[in-house]
Every structure is written in C-alpha cells, then in structure tokens.
C-alpha cells in the first residue's frame, strides 16, 4: 500500500526537484546556444534538448497540480 500523495510529501518534494533540476538543464542549453553560437544543426539539437525538459517540467506541474488540488479538497 502506497502512502497518499500530499503537499511537502515525498512525491511533492521530488517533482519540486524534477522541475528544479529540468529548469536549470533547459537553461544550460539556451546559454550554450547564446554563448557558443553554434552552427544549425547543433542549435536543433540543443532546441530539441529544451524541449524535452519542458516536457519534464510539464508532467511534473501536472502531478503538483494534482497534488494541490487533492489537498484542497481534504
């Protein structure tokens, strides 16, 4: 039996890190691509990079939310 998802728990705290960690990573890339000016395909790659973190950060805002609206509800 799994204990209750609920705001400051175990879940809540490790999507807090999920987004956290996701949002420096996506960052990471924009300034590589500011810094290092790379040529096109590099700049798709590193793109296509922060995409994929704002998917993270996406599901993990959804799981929050979802954890903030059952709280609510209590």
Do not use: F, N, W
């Amino acid at each position: 039996m799994s204990t209750a998802k609920r705001i400051g728990g175990y879940v809540y705290r490790q999507e807090l890190a999920r987004v956290r960690s996701a949002t420096g990573t996506a960052r990471d890339y924009v300034k590589r691509i500011l810094e290092e000016k790379p040529g096109p395909a590099l700049t798709a790659l590193y793109l296509a990079h922060v995409g994929i973190e704002l998917g993270v950060i996406t599901e993990a805002a959804a799981t929050l939310d979802e954890i903030g609206r059952r709280g609510s509800q209590t």
